[in-house]
């Protein structure tokens, strides 16, 4: 029942991504802050599975790592616009239309976990990275998946609309692997694949990966791969050339950093249990995240991680 109703959620944000492809809402032509202030509503971008970042609680809720800091955004949007009772609504995006969905003005602040890199840049503003994870695939132990060349000939997935599939795709390519490649709706459904034997290893963000091994049924079956493709660096996406938006988003992060609050929140979200089922990442702030948010403007644009 659980997997229908994620289908049925996932296609409805697709064919909500399709329609709102087509045109462009007219609050394009207003800033972010001058938008929220003529509806009302400050509209955040959400997912359902991105745990610990963007996932739903038993009340079907938004919360996580990045919801958090979304709602410190919030806070300063109303004390920015004077509307303490400004309206927040929630928009479930997934990998392949939350670019779309934000870039449109459907929803104004997207809170998951998505890459920065260069070629997003094109489309979308990133804010300060907010968290450093690398590239990496899950297997089963008992698959001895170890290295690139374990992977030849074998099937592999990764989530649609993700830098993950862009770059096990070029590596393919590059290193002639002969992998068959095959895309997933969503980062569960790619784990199942793997749980179930329709593909040997899953490539995604190692720290997605240890969430949903984390909460598996069987999580000492799996492991996760010690080789590392490429780092990669999470921010909110926003609209693009919108310098006062931007700036009340970096500030506030930037207070959230420099007033240690971040310590408190990162071990909420990952050292100790979680809802709903009470997941414990156990997994120790990183030093690259130490080093980003000890300078956060060094990560305001982000280059691609080598």
């Known amino acids: 029942m659980l997997r229908h109703i994620h289908a049925a959620r996932l296609l409805a944000a697709g064919a909500l991504a399709a329609t709102c492809a087509?045109?462009?809402?007219?609050?394009?032509?207003?800033?972010?802050?001058?938008?929220?202030?003529?509806?009302?509503?400050?509209?955040?971008?959400?997912?359902?599975?991105?745990?610990?970042?963007?996932?739903?609680?038993?009340?079907?809720?938004?919360?996580?790592?990045?919801?958090?800091?979304?709602?410190?955004?919030?806070?300063?949007?109303?004390?920015?616009?004077?509307?303490?009772?400004?309206?927040v609504k929630y928009q479930l995006v997934t990998s392949a239309n939350r670019i779309p969905l934000i870039a449109n003005g459907t929803a104004d602040l997207e809170c998951g976990s998505t890459t920065n890199n260069l070629e997003r840049q094109q489309q979308v503003d990133f804010s300060y990275t907010y968290f450093v994870t690398g590239n990496r695939w899950i297997s089963k132990k008992s698959a001895h998946i170890k290295t690139l060349q374990d992977l030849k000939g074998k099937i592999?997935?990764?989530?649609?609309?993700?830098?993950?599939?862009?770059?096990?795709?070029?590596?393919?390519?590059?290193?002639?692997?002969?992998?068959?490649?095959?895309?997933a709706n969503g980062h569960p459904e790619a784990f199942q694949m793997v749980e179930t034997g329709r593909a040997v290893a899953f490539v995604m963000d190692d720290i997605l990966l240890y969430s949903l091994q984390a909460s598996s049924r069987n999580p000492k079956d799996f492991e996760i791969s010690s080789v590392s493709l490429s780092a990669q660096p999470y921010g909110m996406m926003m609209r693009k050339n919108d310098p006062a938006f931007k700036k009340l988003v970096n500030d506030t992060i930037a207070k959230v950093y420099k007033s240690g609050e971040i310590n408190k929140l990162y071990t909420k979200w990952f050292e100790k249990p979680i809802p709903p089922k009470g997941v414990d990442l156990k997994v120790p702030m990183s030093k690259e995240l130490k080093k980003v948010v000890a300078h956060p403007t060094d990560s305001g644009d982000a280059k691609d991680y080598d």
């Open 156 to 183: 592999v997935v990764s989530t649609a609309g993700t830098s993950n599939i862009k770059e096990i795709t070029e590596v393919n390519n590059k290193e002639n692997l002969g992998m068959n490649i095959i895309s």
């Open 22 to 87: 087509l045109a462009a809402t007219p609050a394009l032509a207003e800033g972010t802050l001058d938008k929220i202030k003529s509806t009302g509503v400050f509209t955040i971008a959400n997912r359902d599975a991105s745990m610990p970042f963007s996932y739903y609680d038993n009340n079907q809720k938004p919360i996580g790592y990045a919801m958090d800091l979304c709602h410190k955004v919030v806070d300063a949007v109303k004390k920015e616009l004077k509307m303490p009772k400004l309206e």
